[in-house]
């Protein structure tokens, strides 16, 4: 398996423009997660789905950011329009996840990143 | 999700063990212990988990104190590749991992 792979791996734009990340995930994994990471506050969660549903998105910044997970081997974080406050490394990572509450550990493992720039 | 507690750096020379220690003292019965590592620019790696008894793979030992209220992240022979920050992290698996700001490691020669 390749492992979880994310494009864009780098992204310059300007302030205004639309920006698509995409992430595709290990197969057989039924759980996708989307980080931010920055400088200032470190790895975030911003949205993570289990069997391509949303299950929590209460960390995504707001109403500019938007994830769709169409299908079990692809995801999308938007950002419309973004904004240089918006510039960091976003990271995609996948599991698989037991729909048992009482069962076994979540491994994730994570993709290499795409890092924004908005100028 | 419980809290941990990690020193913010370490220092370790080359080929010695690394031990780094993890605060969770609120941990509840059914949370994990995990370890990941982020080597600089990379995406986060997965090292090690344990609920109740200690463990050992090819990459580290994971020692768990019987109250389960902290645990301790040993690489037996450290090199410089395993320069990365160390993140300690509890939950349960059907939870979002969340991570805190972690341990960074420095691998001297």
């Known amino acids: 398996d390749a492992g979880v792979i994310q494009s864009p791996r780098h992204e310059v734009t300007e302030m205004g423009q639309e920006v698509t990340l995409r992430c595709k995930p290990i197969?057989?994994?039924?759980?996708l997660f989307w980080y931010r990471q920055t400088m200032m506050r470190g790895l975030e969660l911003l949205i993570y789905?289990?069997?391509?549903?949303?299950?929590?998105d209460s960390g995504m910044p707001e109403d500019r950011f938007s994830a769709k997970m169409p299908n079990a081997s692809f995801s999308t974080l938007k950002i419309q329009p973004s904004e240089p406050r918006d510039s960091a490394v976003y990271f995609c990572?996948?599991?698989?996840?037991?729909?048992?509450?009482?069962?076994?550990?979540?491994?994730?493992?994570f993709g290499a990143g795409s890092r924004l720039t908005v100028l | 999700d419980a809290k941990t507690t990690q020193p913010p750096s370490m220092d370790c020379a080359e080929g010695r063990a690394a031990n780094l220690p993890c605060n969770h003292s609120?941990?509840?019965?059914?949370?994990?212990v995990y370890w990941y590592r982020q080597i600089h620019s990379q995406g986060p790696q997965y090292i090690i988990h344990?609920?109740?008894n200690n463990e050992t793979n090819e990459m580290a030992s994971l020692i768990i104190t019987e109250d389960r209220k902290s645990s301790t992240l040993i690489l037996p022979h450290a090199t410089l590749r395993d320069t990365a920050v160390y993140y300690c992290?509890?939950?349960?698996?059907?939870?979002?991992?969340?991570f805190g700001t972690g341990t960074r490691l420095l691998v001297s020669p």
């Open positions: 990572a996948s599991s698989f996840l037991s729909g048992r509450k009482s069962s076994g550990a979540n491994v994730l493992t």
């Open positions: 197969s057989g994994h039924n759980s």
């Open positions: 992290i509890v939950n349960t698996g059907f939870q979002k991992l969340v």
């Open positions: 609120t941990i509840s019965g059914n949370e994990y």
């Open positions: 344990g609920l109740k």
């Open positions: 789905f289990n069997n391509n549903v949303p299950i929590d």
